[in-house]
């Protein structure tokens, strides 16, 4: 079929045969990392923008919430397991069959790993 295109700022980019179908060009890249769907209305977009451009959604800080959500709950797993720990080693000196040459490095290292594990969940409290 002959075909005749009229009007100004067509280009020929060349021969066809066949159908050609022409659709828009997708404006979202599914697969650029900077774009997320509004947690509110779905509408995709940058998710480091401060609100949704088409329902005001407040993106940014729903994003920052559930990092922050996201790190005080590893941090907090981090500091209770220090603290297990450090109780443990703390308990291991009132056993009967630990040696006596041990006892002193178990409370030693209990106390470090209870420091460090009250440490982490106060510094966890205090992520905002
Ligand atoms: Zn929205």
């Known amino acids: 079929m002959n075909q005749r295109i009229d009007g100004d ?19 979202v890249d599914p697969s ?11 509408n995709y ?9 088409r329902c005001g959604f407040p993106i940014l800080k729903f994003v920052l919430d559930k990092e922050n959500e996201y790190r005080r709950k590893e941090m907090s ?3 209770v397991i220090a603290i297990v720990i450090g109780a ?6 009132s056993l009967s069959w630990i040696p006596d040459s041990w006892k002193g490095q178990c409370t030693i290292f209990g106390l470090v790993a209870l420091f460090i594990g009250f440490a982490i969940l106060s510094a966890a409290d205090k992520v905002r």
């Open 9 to 27: 700022g067509n280009i020929q980019v060349g021969h066809f045969v066949g159908d050609l179908t022409i659709s828009q060009p997708d404006a």
């Open 32 to 42: 650029n990392p900077n774009m997320a769907p509004c947690p509110a209305c779905g």
């Open 45 to 53: 977009g940058y998710w480091r923008i401060e609100e949704c451009r």
């Open 77 to 79: 797993t981090k500091g």
């Open 88 to 93: 443990a080693l703390m308990a291991m000196t």
